[in-house]
């Protein structure tokens, strides 16, 4: 959405008609932003229809609470159950869904950067299921809790990640490959995590299997802290670091001649990525298909020859509280996991998407 740019003269000038078209200047103070007035209105939107549905999912889902007790809640008082409903139930669930929405949305831009493959998303190469193996593994045979199933997915995360990127590197063309190799490890993957679900106790493989589906359901304040910090202390550096992503979307030889070391970057924003996509999965089971689309969808609604990552965090955390909200009024009084929705819609996207880079092949 903005690039920095050094300079000196605090003025504000409209860029002349060509390539950057459609964009304005802003200088002052010794540095300048170039500011892409599409990307900025499309990232507005999003903003303004995550408040909508924000609003929506904790106004109409459930219980229906007068809006004048909602503020005596949010005001310290109001009436016990009203308190449980909203600071207890729907809160945590809304913020949770929103914070999950952006973290996976943000790994799943980078991945898609670094692969140069809109397929190259951490659920189809398989660091969500690699996450999803080390949590269930934790969860069957260790009994942990939230914060050990999320040490152990993020371990799961990484360890899968290393693994498909060495397998990958074997011969050369580690880029080109990740996304074969990582749908070949994330198969077997599936097939361990059937295969612990199988060995478990009933009432532990219940439970391992609702949370592989990915979902939102019975989540509290404590999965909601877990992510926030996960997400302030991983987002900053991912923001830092997201020019030197898009130079070396342009390839490795370009970004070396910009002064991009290639190697190491790449490094960093994969252990980076791993880490949030791992934090994520482990708050909220594999959500499917949230880090595929988010991205895409921002680029074709910014029309950017890049994968914005602000913009597509917001797309990311839309697409989740309204997956969520179908899933909580679809079956109502019974509510479904979040990750059945996201499933349903995001198979037909991954169609269109499989079906679009298909035509491109053969023009």
Not at 41 to 52: E, H, K, P, Y
Not at 118 to 143: E, M, W
Not at 296 to 318: D, H
Request: proline share 5%; glycine share 12%; charged share 10%.
């Amino acid at each position: 959405m903005t690039e920095p740019i050094m300079g000196s003269t605090a003025t504000r000038t409209a860029d002349r008609p060509g390539p950057a078209r459609g964009r304005v200047l802003l200088r002052g103070g010794g540095v300048a932003l170039r500011l892409d007035l599409r990307t900025t209105g499309v990232t507005t939107a999003l903003l303004l229809a995550v408040v909508v549905a924000s609003a929506v999912t904790v106004v109409y889902v459930g219980t229906r609470i007068p809006f004048a007790d909602m503020m005596d809640v949010f005001a310290g008082g109001g009436r016990r159950a009203d308190r449980f409903v909203l600071l207890d139930l729907r809160l945590p669930r809304l913020c949770l869904g929103l914070l999950a929405g952006a973290a996976l949305a943000a790994s799943g831009a980078v991945f898609q950067s670094l692969s140069r493959n809109p397929l190259g998303s951490p659920d189809i190469v398989g660091f969500t299921t690699g996450s999803a193996s080390g949590a269930v593994l934790a969860i069957i045979a260790f009994g942990a809790g939230p914060g050990g199933a999320a040490f152990a997915a993020v371990v799961g995360g990484v360890g899968t990640a290393l693994i498909v990127y060495g397998l990958a590197a074997l011969g050369g063309g580690a880029i080109r490959r990740v996304v074969l190799v990582g749908i070949g490890v994330s198969a077997m993957l599936v097939a361990l995590n059937s295969y612990l679900i199988s060995r478990a106790r009933l009432d532990a493989a219940q439970s391992a299997a609702v949370w592989l589906v990915g979902t939102l359901n019975g989540r509290n304040w404590s999965y909601v802290q877990l992510l926030g910090v996960a997400l302030i202390v991983l987002t900053p550096p991912l923001l830092l670091m997201s020019r030197r992503l898009h130079l070396l979307e342009m390839g490795d030889d370009t970004a070396h001649s910009l002064g991009v070391k290639a190697g190491p970057t790449r490094l960093v924003l994969v252990l980076l990525a791993v880490a949030i996509c791992a934090v994520a999965t482990a708050a909220t089971g594999p959500v499917a298909f949230v880090a595929l689309a988010a991205p895409q969808i921002t680029k074709r609604l910014a029309r950017s020859a890049t994968l914005p990552l602000v913009p597509s965090m917001i797309t990311g955390a839309l697409l989740m509280v309204l997956s969520d909200l179908v899933a909580q009024r679809l079956l109502a009084p019974a509510q479904l996991p979040v990750g059945v929705v996201t499933g349903a819609v995001g198979g037909a996207y991954l169609a269109w998407l499989l079906s679009v880079q298909w035509r491109k092949g053969t023009s």
